[in-house]
């Protein structure tokens, strides 16, 4: 029954019930219109399931970007129906997704409707609540139609220079340059060999100035261990630090690198060390899933799989740097002599001026700027870069920095850490 219908018949069974203590008949004929009303309404049989189908195109879309979702709706008869798209928090209509429809009988209503990503994600649409009133509208029925369709909203990409790489190179072919020297077509050194060696190793000019065999030594192209350890713990930064994480995993992927994700937040997941177009689809899938859970239980690293983190690996925090839980998980994983770097994603400005303009409000914000420079001197103090990420299109130049701060200030994984 509708909201009008229950409130009419109240009002019937009160002016009844008020007739029978009173013995007033004016109160009978006020509530016999409304009982009869009632009656015809209600015997008048309760409204049919309509048939709708829906189709969303495209599944794949960029943050920012528009899909289409396209409804149709036939019903048996004659109704009155109010068509309403269900959509999950991260989709916004661009323009009504509610309609009202006067049904004919056979005869399909096409509805269309764009939808806008807000952050990347994963989620499904294609549903549709249809609310159908009898007649007078005194029975209505809803109904929850339509396929739903997972939707896939991607970050847009950003173009990346140069990759931060770790301090060791696996045995495994990839786009790596090795240190050492090999077979490979970098130039690396002129060495005297006592063997003769295939013409094209043997520098001819340096042979003839040194009256002996010399070769030339190339560095060979090797893939390296990185693990992207991401925060799930704030759920402001989550978007910008997806975004990071997502595109990180595409270049290294891209260049051969074996790439494990651990989101590190109220619950923990991962995705195990990999390679290939397959293993980004998982990671891609764990990203865009990642969601922010409430805990207070306290987290460390110990409760990291170890086979995560292989030897010599380089672990790659993305973190707004705000939970105290994750900041000591970085420096756990520095303390047992992990290769480890952090590009600290800015929070968004969302802070109230006019809190800020009193004397408490200046007083708390230079006590939490205190406690973030006291942070930073501490990764300074165990050898954790930090760089900053004011948004997800300045990530090309931050890694590009934060390379060169690991070539100037170039410290090895398994050296010796003060606690």
């Not at 402001?236 to 260049?255: D, G």
Request: glycine share 6%; proline share 6%; hydrophobic share 45%.
């Amino acid at each position: 029954m509708t909201a009008v219908t229950r409130a009419e018949l109240a009002v019937a069974a009160l002016a009844l019930v008020a007739a029978a203590v009173t013995g007033e008949a004016m109160l009978v004929a006020f509530a016999a219109p409304l009982a009869v009303a009632l009656a015809v309404g209600l015997l008048g049989g309760r409204p049919r399931r309509p048939t709708v189908t829906t189709t969303v195109a495209p599944a794949v879309v960029a943050v920012g970007d528009a899909l289409t979702v396209r409804v149709e709706v036939v019903s048996a008869t004659s109704e009155t129906a109010l068509v309403e798209l269900e959509l999950p928090a991260r989709l916004e209509p661009r323009g009504t997704a509610a309609w009202l429809l006067h049904l004919r009988p056979g005869v399909p209503e096409e509805l269309s409707c764009e939808l806008t990503a807000t952050r990347p994600g994963r989620f499904e649409v294609g549903t549709a609540k249809v609310s159908i009133g009898g007649r007078a509208r005194l029975v209505e029925r809803s109904f929850v139609l339509g396929l739903a369709q997972e939707v896939e909203a991607r970050p847009a990409a950003v173009r990346l220079g140069s990759l931060v790489r770790s301090a060791r190179v696996r045995g495994v072919v990839g786009d790596r340059v090795s240190p050492l020297g090999s077979e490979g077509i970098e130039f690396a050194d002129v060495r005297e060999a006592p063997e003769l060696f295939v013409s094209r190793r043997v520098n001819w000019r340096a042979t003839a100035r040194r009256q002996t065999t010399c070769v030339n030594v190339y560095h060979p192209e090797r893939s390296t261990d990185v693990v992207l350890l991401v925060d799930t713990f704030s759920a402001a930064t989550l978007p910008s630090v997806v975004t990071a994480a997502l595109n990180l995993a595409e270049a290294y992927v891209a260049r051969h690198d074996r790439l494990a994700v651990v989101c590190f937040g109220g619950v923990l997941d991962w995705v195990e060390p990999g390679t290939g177009p397959l293993h980004l689809e998982r990671v891609r899938r764990s990203l865009l899933e990642s969601e922010t859970f409430f805990s207070y239980a306290w987290k460390t690293a110990d409760i990291i799989p170890r086979r995560l983190l292989p030897a010599g690996a380089l672990v790659l925090a993305l973190s707004p740097l705000l939970d105290s839980r994750f900041t000591g998980a970085v420096l756990d994983l520095r303390s047992r002599g992990a290769d480890v770097a952090v590009v600290e994603v800015e929070p968004p400005r969302a802070l109230n001026s006019r809190l800020l303009s009193t004397p408490s409000g200046v007083l708390a914000s230079r006590i939490v700027a205190l406690e973030h420079e006291e942070l930073r001197l501490r990764f300074a103090t165990w050898g954790v870069p930090v760089v900053d990420l004011p948004s997800p299109e300045s990530l090309g130049v931050v890694l590009t920095r934060l390379a060169e701060i690991r070539r100037t200030t170039a410290r090895s994984p398994r050296s010796a850490v003060r606690r």
